[in-house]
């Protein structure tokens, strides 16, 4: 079967807000999805900010199906906002979910964003997504996910590096994956703890 790949933009702006401070980062949403992270009730980021809110030790569900405005006061109630790495890009295949089939074409600036929006720290949510911004730092064309396996290193989850940009020094921390699977040991108790640590500063 062959698919016709065509250009496309990321369908949704940067969710930032005035008290925003730290900010989450995804790779891309699939198509004809409404919001950020809503596409699946395997990926668990609301199920896991809204527990954090709510100072719950056990995760909650069924959060993906919240509105958009409530998801939106999840986020300010956290002081953190979303974003994802890729800009503009085509597909292999319109129906997949999966970075490998991305081929991307434009990179968003995330530390211009963090720069004009106050945001002192940069949360990856997946590892794609931080080996497409350390991609993007070499300021080259983007490439598939493929071709960057061995081009950046990165280390377990949890602080990375700080990026001095504009006189202002922006930490760069990988979070581990919010969706039900994980590697072992990442139980969704062990995400909430994780998260809680780094979006609250506990």
């Not at 569900?61 to 509105?67: A, F, I, Q, R, V």
């Not at 300010?76 to 974003?83: F, Q």
């Not at 597909?91 to 081929?103: C, G, N, Q, V, Y």
Request: glycine residues 4%; hydrophobic residues 35%.
């Amino acid at each position: 079967m062959v698919f016709l790949c065509i250009a496309m933009t990321h369908p949704f702006p940067p969710q930032i807000s005035k008290a925003t401070r730290k900010l989450l980062i995804g790779t891309l949403p699939p198509e004809n999805v409404k919001f950020y992270f809503s596409n699946s009730s395997n990926t668990r980021l609301w199920d896991i900010l809204r527990s954090i809110r709510e100072s719950r030790e056990q995760i909650c569900s069924g959060s993906n199906t919240l509105s958009d405005m409530q998801k939106i006061e999840i986020l300010d109630s956290l002081k953190v906002g979303i974003s994802d790495i890729i800009y503009g890009y085509e597909r292999d295949d319109i129906t997949s979910t999966k970075d490998e089939d991305i081929e991307p074409r434009e990179y968003r600036d995330l530390l211009q964003l963090a720069a004009d929006n106050n945001i002192n720290e940069l949360l990856f949510v997946y590892q794609s997504a931080y080996k497409w911004f350390l991609h993007s730092l070499e300021k080259t064309e983007p490439v598939r996910l493929k071709r960057i396996k061995t081009r950046c290193i990165i280390g377990p989850i949890g602080p990375q590096k700080e990026i001095e940009f504009r006189g202002k020094r922006i930490k760069c921390t990988l979070l581990p994956s919010p969706l039900n699977r994980g590697r072992e040991g990442e139980t969704l108790e062990f995400k909430i703890a994780f998260y809680r640590k780094y979006i609250l500063g506990e």
